[in-house]
């Protein structure tokens, strides 16, 4: 029904441009907020590529998978928040620039 | 089976150090003193179970041995703990047993006031125990146990006063030139198995004429190392030093290790491998050679020494040298003969030395000392009759052994030989009697605070079983004037040799080999016991005595002053009093270089080098860390970048 309308490179095109968004989203902005924003929209990009490929393919595995990336992200953005509070709390910022703890 | 008991013989003293050395302090004194003693009474009273034993052996059958356990194999080679009894052991055995008892004895006394009473004990025992597996031990490797447990318990024993620097000191020289020696026994050892694929005496004794070519370059080689591993046990030039230094341990340790027993190991392992070496007549040259040698020098040195242990040790050298003597020209049963007498007597002087060092508290140097002869009467009276035994004077026991040497010398050996003993025995009799009146007789310098007294009881007896063994033990060897006599009968199954039967073996492997074998018609003409040359030695000997005697009777004793008139200035008496030099010569010459050398090493290879090297990788390491470090920023957006970067990076590889 679909690929009558749309064809299949319609929805990878659209789904490569979300990723490489989130992708410059993440590299390019400073607060932690818009950087989390930007995973999301990553996440979401793969999830469109999934359903197009699923419906492309005719199976039902890609829709089942999109959930399973829904709830990581779900799951995701609860430990993601968190985390961003605590660092909140530690230092009166979410600007990434101010905390370079990870490294040893 | 009273042979059975063998293996009891060293494990007596062994028990009786593991008790002392671990519970010594909780038992006491008594106690330690007495389990020390007993199992060195209980050693002794086997050791003649053991030769009633072997008396009872059946006819034609001279050896018995006796397999504890398999210690090792490897492939067709295997090494057993095993003991064997044959003449000679048991000679050995009784020596360090009986002798050894006494010293136990005596030693209750005289460490006495020592607080680590029982370390000295448990040191003691443990000697006893590997010079009896040194002895009694049927293969090289186990000899060689024992020859180095002996060795270690000598150290431990020297450096006894461990808060003595020149104790300590003293231990470590024994104990390093003793290495040089055991490597060269060690090498032979080796050698030997390669030739003979086995290291049991008794197979490869038998085997030796078969497998050697009689003078050929191995049977040289491993009789040449055989005999440095002897120089270096036994005191011989070159690494005789280390005995004199050896003193400075207490005075029971000096008569028990450094002069009746430890020390005349090598002349046993000599005498053991006598199949050897009489197969090689450079070694027997170069062994008769340096025990001459080393008889004459350290008598002479002997000479003018002042402390009264010192003489002594020099004295045992040079004894030891007669020993190496009587071996190089093929009287080994004189050398075993003199082992014994001179572990009597020797043994008597050491601890009569003691009991005089005892009686006027700890004082060492003869020139504080004279006089004592009547406030120490059993000590003099002992002392005495074993320094005319050491002089050989007739009948005591020195003079059958020394005169048994003298004789073979010339007759077997030539008149070079015999020159070296004679003047030997000259100085013997001069220095033994210089030590005998400077102690003894005359004025007494004796520090007048000090009360000289009579050592107990527990010291006097056994001095005066030693100077009564001292006194009979020539009768060993009273010669019966047809030549030989009962000690030497007796060893005859150990040293028998056939040299017609070992001459025919090397002719044919010669001959199988391609090459001429040497005309040694000459070898097998039979020598005469001619009895008018070993009377006439025999008077000669003592008329060479006696003159060393009268000489030091006219030195110290009537013109007290003339020792300094004719040794003042003299270049000579400061050579002899310097010991020759010898000791700065291998300070000079060996150990400081050793010494620099190890410290360019350490500082330039070691610190340097090696630590260079170390250090070197650990830097470089830590420069490419360093250059690593930047891209561990810490910031999350960073990572990010890096992952993007990479995963572009591997589409571009991939397509």
């Known amino acids: 029904m679909l690929e009558d309308t749309v064809p299949l490179s319609h929805y990878l095109m659209l789904s490569a441009t979300l990723f ?85 | 089976m009273l042979l059975k008991l063998t293996c009891l013989v060293p494990l007596f003293p062994l028990i009786g150090s593991i008790i002392n050395g671990f519970f010594g302090l909780k038992i006491g004194k008594n106690a330690v003193g007495l389990i020390a003693c007993g199992s060195m009474a209980l050693s002794f009273l086997t050791s003649i179970l053991i030769y009633i034993g072997y008396l009872m052996l059946p006819e034609g059958q001279h050896i018995f041995e006796q397999v504890v356990w398999t210690w090792f194999g490897a492939g067709d080679f295997s090494v057993d703990f095993g003991f064997q009894i044959d003449p000679l052991t048991l000679v050995m055995m009784f020596v360090v047993t009986g002798v050894g008892f006494i010293i136990h004895v005596y030693s209750i006394g005289y460490m006495h006031e020592e607080y680590s009473y029982y370390r000295f004990f448990a040191y003691f025992n443990l000697f006893a125990s590997a010079m009896l597996l040194l002895v009694m031990g049927n293969n090289f490797l ?40 055991d490597f060269a026994f060690l090498l032979a050892v080796m050698y030997i198995f390669n030739v003979f694929g086995t290291i049991d005496f008794s197979d490869v004794m038998h085997a030796a004429p078969d497998k050697l070519i009689y003078g050929g370059e191995i049977v040289t080689i491993i009789t040449m190392l055989l005999f440095v591993g002897a120089t270096g046990k036994s005191a011989q030039i070159p690494l005789y030093t280390w005995l004199p230094d050896a003193m400075e341990g207490p005075t029971p340790v000096s008569a028990l290790i450094h002069a009746a027993t430890m020390v005349t190991a090598g002349v046993y392992m000599v005498v ?37 242990k010192r003489v002594l040790a020099y004295s045992t050298v040079s004894q030891i040298g007669y020993m190496f003597l009587a071996c190089g020209v093929g009287a080994y049963t004189a050398a075993i003969f003199h082992l014994v007498t001179h572990a009597f007597f020797k043994a008597c002087l050491f601890l009569g030395s003691g009991s005089v060092i005892h009686g006027i508290n700890g004082e060492q140097d003869m020139r504080n000392m004279g006089g004592l002869k009547s406030q120490m009467p059993v000590t003099y009276w002992t002392f005495l009759v074993s320094t005319l035994a050491i002089a050989g004077i007739f009948p005591l026991s020195g003079f059958f052994s020394k005169d048994e040497i003298l004789y073979h010398s010339l007759m077997d050996g030539n008149i070079i030989f015999w020159g070296m003993g004679v003047s030997a025995a000259m100085l013997t009799a001069f220095y033994m009697f210089r030590l005998v009146f400077m102690t003894f007789h005359g004025e007494s310098r004796v520090d007048p605070s000090v009360h000289p007294h009579e050592s107990p009881k527990v010291m006097t007896m056994p001095l005066v079983a030693l100077a009564g063994l001292a006194t009979v033990g020539g009768l060993l060897g009273i010669p019966l004037f047809h030549g030989w006599h009962i000690l030497h009968n007796w060893l005859e199954p150990v040293l028998h040799f056939d040299l017609a039967h070992a001459l025919h073996q090397s002719e044919h492997m010669l001959h199988e080999a391609g090459r001429h074998a040497p005309s040694w018609a000459h070898l097998l003409t039979p020598k005469e016991h001619n009895l008018w040359i070993e009377v006439m030695l025999m008077v000669f000997s003592l008329g060479i005595a006696i003159t060393g005697i009268f000489g030091a009777y006219m030195f110290y004793i009537k013109r007290p002053d003339l020792p300094d008139k004719v040794t003042k200035g003299q270049w000579g008496y400061d050579l002899v009093q310097n010991k020759y030099y010898i000791d700065e010569l291998y300070d000079e010459s060996i150990v400081q270089p050793t010494v620099e050398g190890s410290k360019l090493l350490w500082k330039e290879c070691d610190a340097k080098a090696i630590d260079g090297a170390v250090n070197g990788t650990a830097k470089t390491i830590g420069w490419f860390s360093r250059q690593a470090q930047v891209f561990q920023s810490g910031f999350v957006r960073n990572y990010a970048l890096f992952i993007v970067v990479g995963f572009i990076s591997l589409l571009l590889v991939m397509f």
Not at chain 1, 34 to 58: H, K, P, R, T
Not at chain 2, 153 to 180: M, W
Request: charged share 10%; aromatic share 10%.
């Open chain 2, 142 to 181: 186990l000899m060689f146990i024992g020859w180095e447990g002996v060795g270690c318990c000598s150290y431990f024993l020297i450096g006894y006063y461990f808060e003595k620097k020149s104790a300590c000191d003293a231990g470590t020289k024994a104990f390093v030139v003793n290495r040089v020696g």
């Open chain 1, 20 to 104: 490489v968004i989130g992708i410059v989203g993440v590299l390019i902005r400073r607060n932690v907020i818009v950087v989390f924003m930007s995973i999301e929209v990553m996440l979401n990009a793969v999830n469109i590529s999934l359903i197009a490929f699923d419906n492309y393919m005719n199976l039902s595995s890609g829709q089942i998978f999109s959930f399973m990336v829904m709830c990581v992200a779900a799951a995701e953005v609860s430990v993601g928040l968190a985390i961003i509070i605590s660092m909140h709390r530690n230092k009166p910022t979410v600007n990434l620039d101010e905390f370079n703890l990870l490294k040893w």
């Open chain 2, 272 to 308: 053991r491998c006598s199949a050897l070496f009489n197969l090689s007549p450079m070694t027997m040259m170069v062994v008769a050679g340096i025990g001459g040698l080393t008889a004459i020098m350290a008598a002479t040195i002997g000479m003018a020494q002042y402390d009264i």
